[in-house]
């Protein structure tokens, strides 16, 4: 099946896309082959949408900084391996699809009802979220720095953290087609949770290193 966030599927079901996401979206797809459909979808959004106020758009934005800084992440990771291309090309995909998850935060952020339905409001006075960005300063600061082994080991802590628990919760009270659409495209797909590990074991392998 053929992935509905390319811009091949975009051009065989035009009138699902422009009913859902609107013509000038589709447009977008049409003229820039290097765009992904969410990345349209933000853009235009940011444009002409108006933002959830207080604390419940407040939430998706802090959302989106973390994913964001987890992708700049995994992009000093890939400079750092750019002498491994097998290493390279596996956090330039990261980078990119944590970015796609940014970008899903802030399309949240334009498009989620706001209270009561939002049961879930993560703000920075939380202990958990502060200790999470300081965490990621402090990986982000040592990135280019980090040797193979410890590059992979963090990548996994990312990805198994509360970090990922904050964006499914988020994503989850998102009732808007736009956003329904992304998040039963992310459900069709295997979890960062359960693929990055066994990605990581494929890569290990190829490069016949040890480990799990």
Do not use: W
Not at 6 to 13: E, I, K, N, P, S
Not at 45 to 68: C, D, K, M, T, W
Request: proline share 5%; hydrophobic share 40%.
């Amino acid at each position: 099946m053929a992935d509905p966030a390319t811009r091949d599927y975009c051009l065989r079901h035009p009138r699902q896309i422009i009913r859902i996401f609107g013509l000038g979206v589709y447009l977008r797809m049409m003229l820039d082959s290097r765009k992904s459909l969410l990345e349209a979808v933000s853009e235009a959004q940011a444009r002409h949408g108006i933002a959830l106020p207080g604390q419940p758009g407040n939430a998706y934005r802090i959302a989106s900084v973390i994913e964001f800084r987890v992708a700049r992440i995994y992009g000093l990771l890939a400079q750092r391996f750019t002498a491994t291309p097998a290493l390279h090309e596996f956090y330039r995909e990261l980078q990119a699809e944590e970015e796609e998850h940014g970008r899903l935060m802030l399309l949240c952020m334009y498009t989620a009802t706001n209270a009561p339905l939002l049961g879930y409001i993560p703000t920075l006075r939380d202990h958990d979220i502060r200790q999470t960005l300081r965490e990621l300063r402090s990986i982000q600061a040592k990135a280019p720095q980090l040797t193979l082994d410890e590059a992979l080991a963090v990548t996994e802590e990312l990805e198994m953290s509360e970090i990922n628990t904050i964006f499914e919760k988020l994503l989850a009270q998102t009732q808007h087609p736009a956003t329904y659409f992304f998040r039963e495209l992310m459900g069709s797909a295997e979890g960062h949770a359960e693929s990055v590990p066994r990605r990581i074991r494929e890569l290990r392998a190829s490069l016949g290193l040890a480990g799990n």
